[in-house]
């Protein structure tokens, strides 16, 4: 987290202003503005926390605000305390502490053993504009409730920032979800994020997610997740990223193509190559259907690259699936409410069976690309070299980047394809 002062703004004051509420030092407006309000709230939990009350939130104030960040704490167990008593110390349900702590029994825990106490809240909020930290903090988070839930790295971006994944189940079916190809379709991390989370507490509580079973589920597949493919484009669209070499660079990119509102209508990783098109699937095509709409060079959007899997960041999904060859994928985009399941007249066994059971439970329409887009995208690779069920599915309506409002409408809507996709046709 970055240095956070009064004046400052964006998604990374959202956060620090959900820390400072969920610590009990509000109520505070998630406004994304650091005004008087958010100082006042931030000096009273530096005194309460023997920190320089100084109104920075620096290096460690941050530290001190990391379980109101990721949803759990670390206690180190003193003489006489039971996973009993912290479970009502910390308002942290027995079978939450048992969960985080599988290796431990409630009755005999040595003194200084290490407790992972999950905190009275979610981990992942849907209330408050994605950036790179968000989603690394989501990461440690839900791994540290859940020890069930693998998290990793599949690579690192333009900027090195990590690609996270998340691994859940060990049944033979291999699924691999992604999400926010596109910088200003962030709405999508949030989704998959809190697809993970959902299906944690389900399976932790022995209960079930759409109707089904969440043991069966994991008992089912393997899914992995892929929240974020283009993180440092979200933090350029959702204004975390406001200066610097990287934000130049991006901002004399877009001036050379002002048709592209800077920066919500950013699409393309930090470099100006939109990861959606660099895939080995078409790029021949796709190049010349942006060079006839003028896009040629580094831009906003819609540039393929100077070749495919130029990227680091589809260079890194494409050597993951590769690697992992899942039976099924999902490319979580924004919007239009529709799915897109062929690549050309390629149809995969069983796609079409699958896209009509997604579009059943979610009122999505099953569709076909438009030409002038469907190249060299994920889904079109996948379906060519794999043979098997490949989707872009557009979620919501709107312009993008889809507004946080929609979010609850888009969770319900899609929740059903998250789901069916992990069981077999």
Same mark, same amino acid.
């Given at each position: 987290?970055?240095? &956070? ?60 605000? &990391? ?16 996973l009993y008593l912290l479970s009502r110390r ?62 990793g790295e599949i690579g690192r971006s333009a ?172 490319a979580w985009h924004t919007q239009g409410r ?76 899609? &929740? ?10």
């Open positions: 987290m970055r240095t &956070l002062r009064q004046g400052s703004v964006g998604p990374a004051v959202q956060l620090l202003q959900l820390a400072l509420e969920r610590a009990g030092f509000g109520p505070l407006e998630t406004d994304g503005v650091f005004g008087g309000a958010t100082d006042a709230a931030l000096l009273r939990f530096q005194r309460a926390n023997a920190l320089r009350a100084d109104g920075i939130a620096g290096a460690q104030t941050h530290r001190a605000l &990391l379980p109101w960040y990721t949803g759990y704490l670390v206690h180190s167990l003193r003489r006489g305390e039971t910390y308002a942290a349900p027995l079978e939450a502490l048992l969960t985080a702590n599988p290796a431990l029994s409630p009755e005999r825990i040595p003194v200084g053993t290490q407790v992972v106490v999950p905190l009275s809240f979610p981990v992942v909020p849907v209330t408050i504009d994605c950036c790179r930290a968000l989603i690394a903090f989501c990461v440690r988070g839900l791994a540290a409730r859940y020890p069930f839930l693998r998290a900027l090195g920032t990590p690609l996270w994944s998340l691994r859940l189940g060990d049944g033979p079916r291999r699924v691999l979800y992604n999400a926010a190809h596109h910088a200003n379709e962030w709405i999508t991390c949030l989704l998959l994020l809190r697809f993970a989370e959902a299906l944690c507490e389900a399976f932790a509580a022995g209960g079930g997610l759409g109707g089904v079973s969440a043991a069966e589920l994991l008992e089912t597949a393997s899914l992995v997740l892929i929240p974020a493919v283009n993180p440092d484009g979200i933090d350029l669209v959702t204004g975390d990223l406001r200066q610097g070499s990287a934000f130049e660079r991006a901002a004399a990119i877009a001036a050379a193509y002002p048709r592209f509102p800077f920066p919500s209508g950013w699409k393309a990783n930090l470099q100006g190559t939109d990861p959606n098109l660099q895939y080995p699937a078409g790029w021949e095509q796709a190049r010349e259907n942006k060079a006839a709409l003028g896009i040629v060079s580094p831009a906003p959007a819609d540039y393929v690259g100077p070749a495919p899997l130029h990227a680091p960041e589809s260079r890194a999904l494409y050597a993951f699936t590769r690697d992992f060859s899942p039976e099924l994928t999902q529709v799915i897109y399941w062929r690549y050309l007249d390629r149809e995969p066994p069983g796609a079409r069976a699958f896209a009509e059971r997604f579009a059943a439970v979610s009122g999505y329409a099953p569709d076909d690309a438009p030409f002038a887009s469907g190249f060299a995208g994920y889904k079109d690779w996948f379906i060519r070299d794999f043979d098997r069920p490949g989707f872009t599915i557009e979620a919501g309506l709107g312009q993008n980047p889809l507004p946080l409002s929609q979010f609850g409408e888009i969770w319900r809507d899609c &929740l059903g394809i998250l789901v069916l996709g992990l069981l077999p046709e």
